[in-house]
């Protein structure tokens, strides 16, 4: 379906970003994935596009903004539903999973706990660490 250019996640904004994401730091995460989404290419410009939603998300849900959450949430499944299971060196299967899991949790009334944060997994596992300088 898509040919996708392999993004490398080991180094730069991408690096930077993955690790602030995986620290809770999701404003941070967020402007680092844009500095790479705005020289991207198609597919991938629309791929960081939906990872940023979700960061941006979150960032929404820590400042306690829920419709913000479930707005950017259902945005970024919309773009990210149009990827295969892996896509540009992420497994976005399960991160679509715990997606619909967040936006479920947060329109049951009476509002459920949310799940943890999904995790954006690499295909290569451990090929970022959180605690590389």
């Known amino acids: ?37 705005l020289a991207a290419q198609e597919p991938e410009k629309t791929f960081l596009q939906g990872l940023i939603q979700v960061a941006a998300s979150f960032h929404h849900f820590q400042r306690g903004n829920c419709v913000g959450t479930i707005s950017l949430l259902r945005a970024a499944l919309r773009r990210l539903d149009k990827y295969p299971e892996v896509f540009a060196g992420i497994v976005v299967a399960p991160l679509r999973v715990a997606i619909r899991s967040w936006i479920e949790a947060l329109e049951t009334i009476p509002q459920s706990s949310p ?8 295909t290569v596992p451990g090929a970022v660490s959180s605690n590389r300088s």
């Open 1 to 37: 379906m898509f040919q996708s250019v392999p993004l490398d996640w080991t180094y730069g904004e991408l690096f930077e970003g993955l690790r602030c994401y995986r620290s809770g730091a999701f404003f941070e995460c967020h402007e680092h994935w844009e500095l790479v989404w």
């Open 115 to 122: 799940p943890p944060f999904p995790q954006v997994q690499l």
